[in-house]
């Protein structure tokens, strides 16, 4: 399902590049335009990274039940490596942030 997201932005990405000018140069309106999209898929995208956070949460809650009074090394790599992953998706979700805070910064350059 998420590649056929990937896929669908694409196309929505490309009809707004071949939207530019027949020269190759876009308006500063078109500029603005793009720009203003891709901050808004950057916004669902980390939406979407967040409530895959808290799935993971949710995988994390019933591993460390069924951990609870057991030892087992199996158990707690699955922990640890679950654990990681909410880790970088944070970091992901964060670094995303500042992409959408950039495009806007520059959208405001522009006028």
Same mark, same amino acid.
């Given at each position: 399902m998420f590649a056929r997201l990937l896929i669908s932005?694409? #196309? #929505? =990405?490309?009809?707004? !590049?071949?939207?530019? @000018?027949?020269?190759?140069?876009a308006s500063i309106e078109q500029v603005k335009a793009a720009l203003a999209q891709a901050a808004e898929q950057s916004n669902t995208t980390?939406? $979407?990274? #967040?409530?895959?956070v808290d @799935?993971?949460?949710? !995988?994390?809650?019933?591993?460390?039940m069924v951990a609870a009074? =057991?030892?087992?090394?199996?158990?707690?790599?699955s922990i640890a490596r679950a654990e $990681?992953?909410? $880790? #970088?998706?944070?970091?992901?979700?964060?670094?995303?942030?500042?992409?959408? $805070?950039?495009?806007r910064q520059y959208i405001s350059v522009l006028g």
């Open positions: 932005d694409a #196309r #929505r =990405t490309l009809r707004c !590049v071949c939207q530019f @000018g027949k020269d190759g140069m980390t939406n $979407q990274i #967040r409530a895959t @799935g993971i949460e949710q !995988v994390l809650t019933l591993l460390r009074g =057991t030892g087992h090394p199996a158990l707690a790599e $990681q992953s909410k $880790q #970088r998706l944070i970091e992901a979700a964060t670094t995303l942030q500042g992409s959408t $805070q950039a495009a």
